[in-house]
């Protein structure tokens, strides 16, 4: 649908939980989109590849977490062939030019996104919005990205009552998020990749099945 308001939430999801839906749909309501994109990562450049569960079982992980909710998994990444965020989120502009598109990322991200390959231009790109995350919102505010980023803050109703987004923008939404993590979770269950095994899923974007590489990368 044309002119539809969309966040994109990136991320490995390894494994998507409660925390990753909280943040959502609390975001969902603060800056009035429409929907949300879950964007499972194929690989991401700053995080090891041990201990990554194949990309099948986190995005089935990330579907059975989103249900009900005006959530849509995709692997974007894999189709495009992009692998860091400046460069996805071009071609994503690119290819849904009639939405208008927000990047949401937790205050753990922000304390380290001037390490980012062309940090200011995914600034540049479209607005984000930081969601605060425990233990890691003074790291944020001290980070070299937050020194540049926090002369175009921006409050949540003022993203809403744009009649054109622009961007750079930075939107700083606080709540109280849901404290459990993916790597909690991983150490009390090492092998939660097991209960998410089935089919091939359906990205939720583009409709295409989603195939997981990860043996012929490994190889």
Same mark, same amino acid.
């Given at each position: 649908?044309?002119? /539809?308001?969309?966040?994109?939430?990136?991320?490995?999801?390894?494994?998507?939980?409660?925390?990753?839906?909280?943040?959502?749909?609390?975001?969902?309501?603060?800056?009035?989109?429409?929907?949300?994109?879950?964007?499972?990562?194929?690989?991401?450049?700053? #995080?090891?590849?041990?201990?990554?569960?194949?990309?099948?079982?986190?995005?089935?992980?990330?579907?059975?977490?989103?249900?009900?909710?005006?959530?849509?998994?995709?692997?974007?990444?894999?189709?495009?062939?992009? /692998?860091?965020?400046?460069?996805?989120?071009?071609?994503? #502009?690119? =290819?849904?030019?009639?939405?208008?598109?927000?990047?949401?990322?937790?205050?753990?991200?922000?304390?380290?996104?001037?390490?980012?390959?062309?940090?200011?231009?995914?600034?540049?790109?479209?607005?984000?919005?930081?969601?605060?995350?425990?233990?890691?919102?003074?790291?944020?505010?001290?980070?070299?990205?937050?020194?540049?980023?926090?002369?175009?803050?921006?409050?949540?109703?003022?993203?809403?009552?744009?009649?054109?987004?622009?961007?750079?923008?930075?939107?700083?939404? =606080?709540?109280?998020?849901?404290?459990?993590?993916?790597?909690?979770?991983?150490?009390?269950?090492?092998?939660?990749?097991?209960?998410?095994?089935?089919?091939?899923?359906?990205?939720?974007?583009?409709?295409?099945?989603?195939?997981? /590489?990860?043996?012929?990368?490994?190889?």
């Amino acid at each position: 649908m044309p002119g /539809r308001f969309t966040g994109l939430l990136g991320g490995s999801f390894n494994p998507a939980h409660r925390g990753h839906r909280r943040i959502t749909l609390f975001a969902l309501e603060a800056l009035g989109l429409d929907e949300v994109w879950w964007m499972v990562s194929p690989g991401n450049p700053l #995080k090891p590849r041990r201990g990554m569960a194949p990309l099948r079982a986190r995005v089935r992980s990330a579907r059975a977490m989103s249900k009900a909710a005006p959530i849509k998994v995709t692997a974007i990444e894999r189709e495009l062939g992009t /692998r860091y965020t400046g460069d996805t989120l071009r071609a994503i #502009k690119r =290819r849904y030019p009639r939405r208008r598109f927000v990047w949401m990322m937790g205050a753990d991200n922000l304390a380290q996104f001037h390490k980012w390959r062309n940090w200011r231009q995914i600034a540049r790109e479209m607005p984000i919005a930081v969601i605060a995350r425990p233990g890691y919102d003074d790291d944020a505010v001290a980070s070299p990205a937050m020194a540049w980023l926090r002369r175009y803050r921006l409050s949540a109703a003022g993203l809403r009552n744009r009649g054109v987004w622009s961007a750079p923008a930075l939107i700083e939404l =606080r709540f109280d998020p849901d404290p459990r993590s993916a790597t909690q979770i991983r150490q009390a269950d090492p092998h939660w990749a097991d209960g998410h095994a089935g089919p091939l899923p359906r990205d939720e974007v583009t409709h295409s099945l989603i195939h997981d /590489r990860r043996k012929e990368a490994d190889a």
